[in-house]
């Protein structure tokens, strides 16, 4: 039996979470199961149904990217002097989006370039954070509480920049280790497309299905009560969501509409979750792993998790109190 081909396979997929979400909106719940499942279920479907949107949208900038803007690029926006390089390569990334998929490898072509590898990796942090899709994104997840986006942005672009400079100064210059990268050849510039949007659709997507399965699964077994006692130990709160964001591993473009579910989980434990997720999970460790050596992986993402905590606690802090 031959293979499905895999953009036919994100057809087939999209076709079909289209169709389950247009009969669930015109007859309800699919499967009228009551109880807690019942509302597990549709919890799952309305994470899904308003992030997925975001995650198709942000498939196709990143893929755009990769196809059409020349690999320099960013070089030549960024300064070689590499204390100014690292905030520039962060503002870039604004200009410049890409996912948590993409931003590793481009990450390694820009130090191939000649690139100061503190700003490639500020880069690689801040782009799948703080990017106009993803503030988009969470502006519509938190769509009663606007001061959200802006404490995301704030505090990611803040860790992003912070561990930069610090990588500077104090990371082992022999510890990073570039490994074989792939740069895609001229004259493919549609097949680069096809194939960044298929991969990135397919892995992000499992991701965000997972991830909403295990948020709703909190939401409807866990007490509000059980969440009001938690909320006494602020520290406890910030841990929870921060391991939470690495375990589940979330596209950035989706990820905002999962932290907003946790509805009885305080402002600044959700932003804790938006600002560590896009900068360090599981799938990001393999790749920085693959692509850099996995001593580097270890002490690297070490100090990103203790930047994007003390930023995101700080930030929280300051703007809900």
Same mark, same amino acid.
């Given at each position: 039996?031959?293979?499905?081909?895999?953009?036919?396979?994100?057809?087939?997929?999209?076709?079909?979470?289209?169709?389950?979400?247009?009969?669930?909106?015109?007859?309800?719940?699919?499967?009228?199961?009551?109880?807690?499942?019942?509302?597990?279920?549709?919890?799952?479907?309305?994470?899904?149904?308003?992030?997925?949107?975001?995650?198709?949208?942000?498939?196709?900038?990143?893929?755009?990217?990769?196809?059409?803007?020349?690999?320099?690029?960013?070089?030549?926006?960024?300064?070689?002097?590499?204390?100014?390089? =690292? /905030? *520039? %390569? &962060?503002?870039?990334?604004? +200009? #410049?989006?890409?996912?948590?998929?993409?931003? @590793?490898?481009?990450?390694?072509?820009?130090?191939?370039?000649? =690139? /100061? *590898? %503190? &700003?490639?990796?500020?880069? +690689? #942090?801040?782009?799948?954070?703080?990017?106009? @899709?993803?503030?988009?994104?969470?502006?519509?997840?938190?769509?009663?509480?606007?001061?959200?986006?802006?404490?995301?942005?704030?505090?990611?672009?803040?860790?992003?920049?912070?561990?930069?400079?610090?990588?500077?100064?104090?990371?082992?210059?022999?510890?990073?280790?570039?490994?074989?990268?792939?740069?895609?050849?001229?004259?493919?510039?549609?097949?680069?497309?096809?194939?960044?949007?298929?991969?990135?659709?397919?892995?992000?997507?499992?991701?965000?299905?997972?991830?909403?399965?295990?948020?709703?699964?909190?939401?409807?077994?866990?007490?509000?009560?059980?969440?009001?006692?938690?909320?006494?130990?602020?520290?406890?709160?910030?841990?929870?969501?921060?391991?939470?964001?690495?375990?589940?591993?979330?596209?950035?473009?989706?990820?905002?509409?999962?932290?907003?579910?946790?509805?009885?989980?305080?402002?600044?434990?959700?932003?804790?979750?938006?600002?560590?997720?896009?900068?360090?999970?599981?799938?990001?460790?393999?790749?920085?792993?693959?692509?850099?050596?996995?001593?580097?992986?270890?002490?690297?993402?070490?100090?990103?998790?203790?930047?994007?905590?003390?930023?995101?606690?700080?930030?929280?802090?300051?703007?809900?109190?």
């Amino acid at each position: 039996m031959d293979r499905i081909p895999s953009g036919v396979m994100v057809l087939i997929i999209v076709g079909s979470v289209a169709l389950l979400l247009t009969i669930q909106s015109l007859q309800g719940v699919l499967l009228p199961t009551g109880g807690r499942l019942q509302a597990w279920q549709a919890v799952v479907v309305s994470i899904v149904f308003q992030a997925t949107p975001f995650l198709v949208l942000g498939t196709l900038i990143s893929g755009a990217l990769t196809a059409l803007l020349p690999g320099n690029l960013l070089g030549k926006l960024t300064p070689r002097q590499p204390l100014l390089s =690292v /905030p *520039a %390569a &962060a503002g870039a990334s604004m +200009l #410049l989006p890409a996912c948590e998929c993409a931003s @590793v490898p481009v990450a390694q072509s820009l130090m191939r370039r000649g =690139v /100061p *590898a %503190a &700003a490639a990796l500020t880069f +690689l #942090l801040a782009s799948p954070a703080i990017n106009p @899709v993803v503030l988009i994104s969470t502006a519509v997840a938190f769509n009663g509480n606007p001061m959200m986006v802006w404490a995301r942005f704030t505090a990611s672009i803040i860790a992003a920049i912070l561990t930069g400079w610090i990588w500077l100064a104090f990371g082992p210059a022999d510890l990073l280790k570039l490994k074989g990268g792939h740069n895609h050849q001229h004259g493919q510039k549609l097949e680069d497309f096809r194939a960044t949007v298929v991969h990135d659709f397919l892995q992000a997507g499992g991701f965000l299905v997972l991830g909403a399965m295990i948020a709703a699964a909190i939401k409807v077994t866990i007490s509000r009560n059980t969440f009001d006692q938690l909320a006494a130990y602020p520290a406890a709160v910030i841990a929870l969501m921060a391991g939470m964001a690495i375990v589940m591993s979330l596209c950035s473009e989706a990820d905002a509409f999962v932290a907003a579910a946790f509805t009885t989980i305080s402002p600044t434990g959700q932003l804790v979750f938006m600002v560590v997720g896009p900068m360090i999970d599981i799938k990001l460790f393999a790749m920085q792993s693959g692509a850099f050596g996995w001593k580097f992986a270890v002490r690297f993402m070490t100090l990103t998790l203790v930047m994007c905590i003390l930023s995101a606690a700080s930030i929280g802090n300051l703007f809900f109190g």
